[in-house]
């Protein structure tokens, strides 16, 4: 075995590519788009290193042309799920008894790769099955992914580097141990990223995982699981499984060896899982780490003082940039009544430029809502606030599903700064607005902290400094991730490590250190070198 104290390379953050017209990466992104579209795929589960199919073959079409076929995949059973367990547990022995820096080369690879050989593979794949814009998938699939990868490898090396202080004649160590038992990775649909970090943040450290992506993201995490294979990632470490979630709770939550749950997704989700793990905490081996990311009502707040431009554009691309399909995307905005008349004047001015449409087109800003489902959700909220004399639709409200799952960037403006759409978390690109009297700053921090049970992210407008101080400290519980004269979106690794608190999730920070830490269970150990052989203290001798 080597012998060393080895340095992995500094990770820097990937280089967003540009795509403009004639660039190399646009016509490569080009070329991958039309070769997926060209092609029919199937995508098996991957169990213990093995490719498996079941008697069930569904459908994955694209949200903006959803007649059109990109592949199929085998629905997952109970039976799976408990394979994937058994192959899981299975690996664990040599897997954790693998040296570090051997299961850091196997991530660092994955990034290389990711950056060059998949890079337009990846993207291409998430345009295509979560209905994202090139600029988008880029950030996301290749960046970001890329990002956690390296990142997350410089992170593990700090936890190993922890070490108590020991006193004259003792050496005391830290062993950071993984989880006694398997990690299930549940991951959500809007970013491939989070898909690809969750269930890899917890193998670096040694786990294995089961995995579960969301329905939406199959497509995508199949070729996810290509690029870890190609990177050396043994078998067993991470097996990926197509359930639906109820079946792969049954097991999962039932099973002994659950030790932990990686999570991206819906509140209500979130909380039905930490119920049924708190019935049944008397199953396991030891406490499961419960980690898990939500969602949010993310908030834009503007002091009299702002830059109505600066605050228009970030509205704008907060709240519409992938559909408003981001955990962090601006869904609720409070106004000064000296600013509206120019904001509202610029924002419908860059509304006006919006296209919407295929992702293939890359002129298109807005693409499509992930399903039918969301699709209805949405354009029930849009219909109800129509219904609200208090509210007023600014921008947008039109809708169409009949080639793909399409609403138009809406803008509402409400007088009721508690109505349904000020406080409901929407997912969608509809953005509510709620105009206050400029001299009572005051009074709308108190509404933007106590409106909405979320705290993910949310952001200040303000060129006056007293009133950011005063909104950071007022603020302080309302988001996880705040923004000072930004939009709340666009949190990069290693520069804003990413969570919020409240019905937004655990804040164990994705991108930073302390999310590794929840997936290790540190052994102190002490060893004394001339341990003592006689009981007595000297306070016992006689006078």
Request: glycine content about 6%.
């Amino acid at each position: 075995m080597l012998k060393g104290f080895f340095n992995v390379p500094v990770p820097q953050n990937e280089p967003v590519l540009s795509f403009a017209p004639n660039s190399p990466e646009r016509k490569a992104l080009k070329a991958a788009l039309a070769e997926a579209r060209s092609k029919q795929i199937e995508v098996p589960m991957y169990i213990g290193g093995k490719q498996v199919k079941s008697d069930t073959r569904l459908p994955l079409t694209p949200p903006h042309d959803h007649q059109h076929v990109l592949g199929y995949y085998y629905k997952s059973d109970a039976s799976h799920v408990t394979q994937a367990i058994e192959a899981a547990l299975a690996a664990k022995p040599q897997w954790e008894n693998m040296a570090w820096e051997q299961r850091a080369a196997i991530f660092l690879k994955a990034a290389d790769l990711l950056a060059t050989k998949y890079r337009a593979k990846a993207n291409a794949a998430t345009m295509l099955a979560q209905s994202k814009s090139a600029y988008q998938a880029e950030i996301d699939s290749a960046c970001e992914l890329i990002d956690f990868l390296r990142f997350n490898v410089a992170y593990m090396t700090q936890i190993y580097a922890q070490q108590p202080i020991s006193s004259a004649g003792i050496w005391n160590r830290v062993e950071y141990r993984p989880l006694e038992g398997f990690v299930f990775a549940l991951t959500p649909f809007n970013f491939t990223a989070i898909a690809g970090n969750l269930p890899t943040s917890a193998a670096m450290m040694g786990n294995v995982v089961v995995w579960k992506p969301s329905e939406a993201q199959i497509y995508s995490a199949h070729f996810l699981m290509e690029l870890f294979r190609e990177a050396g990632l043994p078998d067993g470490v991470i097996n990926l499984v197509y359930p639906e979630g109820s079946v792969a709770g049954k097991v999962i939550f039932e099973h002994p060896d659950f030790a932990g749950i990686h999570f991206t997704g819906s509140t209500g989700v979130f909380q039905q899982i930490w119920q049924t793990i708190g019935q049944n905490i008397n199953r396991y081996k030891s406490y499961p780490r419960i980690v898990g990311e939500t969602g949010g009502k993310d908030f834009v707040l503007a002091h009299h003082s702002a830059d109505a431009k600066a605050l228009a554009t970030a509205l704008v691309r907060g709240a519409f940039e992938y559909q408003g399909q981001k955990c962090s995307a601006a869904s609720r905005a409070y106004v000064p009544d000296n600013l509206w008349p120019e904001v509202k004047e610029y924002m419908l001015a860059d509304l006006a430029t919006i296209k919407m449409g295929g992702v293939e087109d890359f002129s298109n800003f807005v693409n499509a809502v992930i399903n039918e489902k969301s699709f209805d959700k949405i354009v029930s909220y849009i219909e109800n606030a129509r219904q609200n004399p208090q509210v007023e639709v600014v921008a947008g409200g039109k809708y169409d599903k009949s080639k793909g799952y399409f609403v138009e960037p809406t803008v509402l403006l409400s007088k009721d700064p508690r109505s349904t759409t000020m406080c409901e978390e929407i997912f969608g690109p509809v953005l509510t607005i709620h105009v206050y009297p400029q001299n009572e700053f005051e009074q709308a921090l108190t509404l933007v902290d106590t409106t909405s049970p979320y705290a993910l992210t949310g952001s200040i407008f303000s060129q006056d400094r007293y009133a950011v101080e005063q909104a950071t400290t007022a603020l302080r519980h309302s988001s996880g991730n705040f923004y000072i004269n930004d939009k709340p979106t666009g949190a990069v690794v290693g520069q804003q490590p990413f969570g919020g608190s409240r019905a937004s999730g655990t804040n164990d920070k994705a991108g930073s250190v302390l999310n590794l830490l929840r997936w290790v269970s540190p052994r102190a150990i002490k060893e004394t070198f001339n341990p003592p052989t006689d009981y007595r203290y000297p306070f016992l001798a006689e006078e």
